[in-house]
C-alpha cells in the first residue's frame, strides 16, 4: 500500500463530527419516542392509571371547587351591594320640622351626598300594613317610633364611614345613628377568610399531589431497573435515562388536571339549577358561574406542572442509586 493511499485510509478511520442539526433531530426524535413509549405504558395499565388520574382529580379540584363557591358569592355580594347608607334615630322628643331643618343642613355637608326625611307616623303605617298588626298599632296610646333622616355619604371607604357615623351620632338631636352596610363588611371579611382558608388548603392538597406523583414514578423506576442499569451499561446519561420518566409524570398531571376539570364542571352543572331557580324566586339576577374555558385549561396546565414536578423530584432521589456493578 502507497503512503497516499495509507493516509487516506487513516483520514477516513476518524471520527465523524456530529453537526448540531444531527443532534437537534436526535434529541427531537427521542423526545416523542419517549414521549409515546410513556403514553403507551400509562395506558397498558388502565385501572392503575385511572385511580392515579381520580386521585389527583379530587386533590385539585377540591380546592378548585370552594374557590369556585367564594368567587360566586362575592359576586353575589357584588350584586347586593349598594350606596353606603347611615340611619339616623332622632330622639323622641324631636319635632318633625326640626328633623326636616336638620336633614337640610346635614345635606350642605361636602361629605353628604343626600339625605332623607322620614316621618315617625308615616314609618308606623308602613310598619302596620307590612307586619299586618293594625289591632295591636291601635292600642298604643302614643307613637313608639321615633323621626328617622337616611344619610348617603360621599365617601365609601370603611375608615371615613365609620367617623362620620360617630360625628353624626354625637349630634344632640340624633340618639342612635346605624350603618346599613355593616354586613357587607362582615361578608368581605368572611369572604377573605374563607380564602386564605382556601388557599392554605389548596397548598397542602397540591403538596400532596406532588407526594403521591412522586411515588408513582418511584414505583416505575423500580420497574424499570433492569432496563435502566442496561441503558446505562451502554453509555445512556442520566438525561437520556430521565426523560421517559418525566413524560410519565407528565401524563399522569395531565389526566389528574383534565378530572379535576371535569368533576368542577359536572358540580357547578349539578348546582346551577337548583341556585338559578333559588335566585330567580327572590328575583335576583344572579346566575351561578363555573370555571370557563380558560380557566378549566389552566387547570389542566396546573396538574401538568405537578407532574413534572413530581417525576423530576422522584428521578433526581431515586435514579443516581441506581448504577451498574
Known amino acids: 500500500m502507497s503512503r497516499n493511499a495509507a493516509r487516506s485510509a487513516a483520514g477516513n478511520a476518524r471520527p465523524r463530527k456530529?453537526?448540531?442539526?444531527?443532534?437537534?433531530?436526535?434529541?427531537?426524535?427521542?423526545?416523542?419516542?419517549s414521549a409515546a413509549d410513556?403514553?403507551?405504558?400509562?395506558?397498558?395499565?388502565?385501572?392503575?392509571?385511572?385511580?392515579?388520574?381520580l386521585v389527583i382529580g379530587i386533590a385539585i379540584a377540591l380546592p378548585s371547587g370552594l374557590w369556585v363557591v367564594l368567587d360566586n358569592v362575592s359576586q353575589l355580594g357584588d350584586q347586593l351591594d349598594r350606596p353606603a347608607q347611615l340611619s339616623l334615630f332622632l330622639q323622641a322628643d324631636a319635632q318633625a320640622d326640626d328633623a326636616r331643618s336638620l336633614a337640610l343642613?346635614?345635606?350642605?355637608r361636602d361629605d353628604v351626598q343626600s339625605t332623607e326625611f322620614l316621618d315617625r307616623d308615616r314609618a308606623l303605617a308602613e310598619f302596620v300594613e307590612r307586619s299586618g298588626m293594625g289591632e295591636l298599632a291601635q292600642?298604643?296610646?302614643?307613637?313608639?317610633l321615633p323621626h328617622l333622616l337616611l344619610v348617603v355619604p360621599v365617601a365609601a371607604s370603611p375608615e371615613a364611614l365609620g367617623l362620620l357615623r360617630e360625628e353624626l351620632e354625637s349630634l344632640p338631636a340624633v340618639q342612635e345613628a346605624l350603618l346599613d352596610t355593616l354586613w357587607l363588611q362582615r361578608l368581605q371579611s368572611l369572604m377573605t377568610l374563607g380564602r386564605r382558608a382556601v388557599q392554605l388548603l389548596a397548598a397542602l392538597l397540591l403538596v400532596?399531589?406532588?407526594l403521591v406523583l412522586g411515588n408513582t414514578i418511584r414505583?416505575?423506576?423500580?420497574?424499570?431497573?433492569?432496563?435502566?442499569?442496561?441503558v446505562k451499561l451502554v453509555g445512556g446519561s442520566d438525561a437520556f435515562v430521565r426523560r421517559p420518566l418525566l413524560y410519565a409524570g407528565l401524563w399522569f398531571g395531565l389526566g389528574g388536571g383534565a378530572v379535576a376539570a371535569i368533576l368542577v364542571a359536572l358540580g357547578t352543572f349539578l348546582l346551577a339549577s337548583p341556585?338559578?331557580?333559588?335566585?330567580?324566586?327572590?328575583?335576583?339576577?344572579?346566575?351561578?358561574?363555573?370555571?370557563?374555558l380558560v380557566n378549566s385549561l389552566q387547570l389542566v396546565l396546573l396538574g401538568a406542572i405537578l407532574g413534572l414536578a413530581g417525576a423530576w423530584l422522584a428521578v433526581a432521589r431515586h435514579l443516581k442509586a441506581i448504577e451498574p456493578r
Not at 24 to 31: A, K
Not at 139 to 144: E, H, R, S, V
Not at 219 to 230: F, G
Not at 275 to 291: E, I, K
Open 38 to 53: 410513556s403514553l403507551a405504558k400509562v395506558l397498558q395499565q388502565p385501572v392503575s392509571s385511572c385511580m392515579t388520574w
Open 105 to 108: 343642613s346635614l345635606a350642605q
Open 275 to 292: 341556585v338559578n331557580a333559588l335566585s330567580a324566586a327572590y328575583q335576583s339576577s344572579f346566575v351561578l358561574q363555573g370555571l370557563g
Open 219 to 230: 414505583l416505575a423506576i423500580e420497574s424499570r431497573r433492569d432496563e435502566i442499569v442496561i
Open 208 to 210: 400532596a399531589v406532588v
Open 18 to 33: 456530529i453537526r448540531w442539526t444531527e443532534r437537534w433531530r436526535g434529541w427531537r426524535r427521542h423526545h416523542s419516542q
Open 139 to 144: 292600642g298604643l296610646a302614643d307613637n313608639p
